[in-house]
């Protein structure tokens, strides 16, 4: 199969399309210009909020599909094109079991906002990067909004220290590690794999024209949509086992490369 035939791209942001500074680079937004000429699908797929991917991808968000809260909502040019908020009920009943659980720091995200009920300072600093529309509330019933997303935050390690304890959720829930310290809890249709299978149907994309890049498990099912699939040279092992390929880190341009590899086909092809 050929790169060259690509016809959607779908990249993670933190750990993946972000350098450590979480930072867009300028190469890709060169890049980007040529992609968004040879009339290529761009999805930015991400954990984050919908407000924090607008504002990380300020520059080319009105020509871009966003995926936010890990697949739970995705929005083009301002039309909803998915929505998948947690039952009222599963909303609860998960907060229960969170507020048993010692040094769980859960964030409750809604489409505009995110509340926690935690006074953590570490975690508090941390909104101020991925959840700047934040507030702190006493209870979850505080909340009048559809919440897409729970995630939680451990100050050590979630996959250690939380994700056995949640681990029983999967049956009916995707429970998901994001980053070292962070877990995710939302309904089993919101992933990010299940928003892309509705992307590809509705510009008729298949498995072959599909290119993807991840570093986490919540990139899982995403990764799965695409034969190229790319993890990150400082992807978590699972990640690695499910990628059909490698590349560099996100330190290293690694999404740029592979990019800058099929443009070059692209070109080549048209010669």
């Not at 829930?173 to 149907?201: P, T």
């Not at 190229?228 to 400082?234: D, H, K, L, R, V």
Request: hydrophobic content about 40%; aromatic content about 8%; proline content about 3%.
């Amino acid at each position: 199969m050929d790169l060259s035939n690509v016809k959607l791209i779908v990249t993670d942001l933190d750990g993946t399309l972000l350098n450590a500074n979480h930072e867009v680079s300028e190469l890709f937004f060169d890049l980007f210009d040529k992609i968004k000429k040879l009339n290529i699908i761009f999805v930015a797929a991400s954990g984050r909020p919908l407000y924090s991917m607008k504002d990380k991808l300020a520059k080319i968000k009105d020509d871009i599909i966003i995926v936010a809260e890990n697949g739970g909502l995705a929005i083009e040019k301002g039309k909803t094109l998915l929505s998948t908020a947690m039952k009222t009920d599963n909303l609860l009943m998960i907060s229960k079991l969170l507020n048993d659980l010692p040094d769980a720091h859960p964030v409750f995200c809604t489409r505009d906002k995110a509340y926690t009920t935690s006074t953590n300072p570490v975690l508090l600093e941390l909104l101020e990067e991925f959840y700047k529309n934040s507030g702190t509330i006493n209870s979850v019933n505080e909340i009048d909004e559809p919440v897409y997303k729970i995630a939680i935050y451990h100050e050590v390690s979630t996959e250690q220290f939380l994700y056995p304890h949640l681990k029983h959720l999967e049956e009916n829930f995707k429970v998901k590690l994001s980053a070292n310290h962070w877990v995710d809890i939302s309904e089993m249709d919101a992933n990010k794999g299940h928003a892309i299978a509705l992307i590809q149907k509705e510009y008729k994309i298949s498995y072959d024209e599909t290119l993807a890049f991840g570093d986490y498990n919540n990139d899982l099912e995403m990764l799965k949509k695409a034969h190229f699939s790319y993890a990150m040279e400082n992807a978590h092992p699972l990640v690695k086992e499910t990628a059909n390929f490698s590349t560099k880190s996100n330190t290293n341009f690694g999404v740029e490369v592979i990019l800058k590899q099929l443009l070059d086909l692209k070109e080549n092809k048209q010669l």
